[in-house]
């Protein structure tokens, strides 16, 4: 199984999200530069990591999400490429229209670094399927710009087709309905504020996270 | 060819900045200031004879993200 992180300037959870992978796959995970047009063949997992792209220019992941490679990752996630954007790597995902709304700075305008609860939205994705419905998790967020935002219809939307993989269990930045991490149409691209690869193993204090790349491990196998 | 793009957010999307910018007004002793809205200006050097189309193009593929915000352009 092969998995690659996207390394744009500014990026910082690169290393960290590429050590999840390489940890449940099994294989060195592959770094792929922002100026790449193409990703190496055959990979199973991209990864779009948190950080501050391009310094946040514009808006967060605004600059990253029209850089080359980003077309290449698009392609990927068209064939079912699965594609896993964390913090900065979700305000990507939007910014490239990969996953619906936008995120914008959080309501009470501090950066919120610090350990939240979350609730699983659905358990029906190859991303969430080592959870329960429903099930309370602890992962923890670092961002500036987390407060996710889309209309009525998109909100609707999103949640009468299941794709609210996870939500605050309280208000943490001023989030539509407490949204922290959705996936698209397809169910193969994840985008979500908490960094999951911050809790993987027992010396990060839990290993709530551990069971995202466990399940994706497991669905790709 | 100087062009302005004005970002604006969305009537009805909340402003986060512009309400800090509010309350530090209202601190300052500025009353009667009913609410703040905070956007960005960009302005652009343009090739003469660039097609207002192709402006229109470069605020909704990048100035701005349309999902939150509008934009305006002004020729200076």
């Excluded at chain 1, 744009?8 to 922002?34: I, Y």
């Excluded at chain 2, 192709?54 to 999902?67: F, G, H, P, S, Y």
Aim: hydrophobic share 40%; net charge negative.
């Amino acid at each position: 199984m092969k998995a690659a992180v996207i390394v744009f300037p500014g990026s910082n959870c690169d290393r960290d999200l590429a050590v999840a992978f390489r940890e449940l796959t099994g294989h060195e995970t592959v770094m792929v530069w922002h100026g790449e047009t193409t990703l190496p063949d055959g990979l199973d997992i991209i990864g779009v990591p948190g950080g501050f792209s391009y310094g946040d220019y514009l808006r967060s992941g605004a600059m990253a999400a029209r850089s080359p490679v980003m077309r290449a990752v698009a392609d990927a996630a068209g064939r079912g490429v699965a594609v896993l954007g964390v913090c900065n790597g979700f305000q990507v995902l939007t910014e490239t229209g990969l996953l619906p709304g936008a995120l914008m700075r959080n309501a009470g305008l501090n950066f919120v670094c610090r350990d939240v609860g979350l609730t699983v939205g659905t358990s029906q994705t190859m991303f969430t399927s080592r959870y329960e419905d429903g099930e309370e998790i602890v992962i923890p967020v670092a961002h500036h710009d987390g407060n996710y935002f889309a209309d009525d219809a998109t909100l609707d939307r999103l949640e009468g087709e299941g794709r609210v993989a996870f939500r605050y269990t309280g208000d943490v930045n001023g989030s539509a309905r407490n949204i922290a991490g959705i996936v698209n149409d397809a169910g193969n691209v994840l985008g979500m504020m908490p960094h999951p690869e911050r809790m993987i193993e027992a010396a990060h204090g839990r290993t709530d996270g551990r069971r995202i790349f466990e399940g994706l491990v497991g669905a790709l196998a | 060819m100087k062009t302005r793009v004005v970002v604006t957010l969305k009537p009805g999307v909340l402003d986060p900045q512009g309400k800090a910018v509010h309350h530090a007004l209202t601190g300052l002793g500025f009353g009667g200031v009913n609410d703040v809205r905070v956007g960005k200006i960009v302005e652009l050097d343009l090739a003469d004879g660039t097609e207002p189309a192709a402006i229109e193009d470069m605020c909704r593929k990048l100035l701005a993200n349309t999902v939150i915000e509008n934009f305006r352009i002004e020729q200076a």
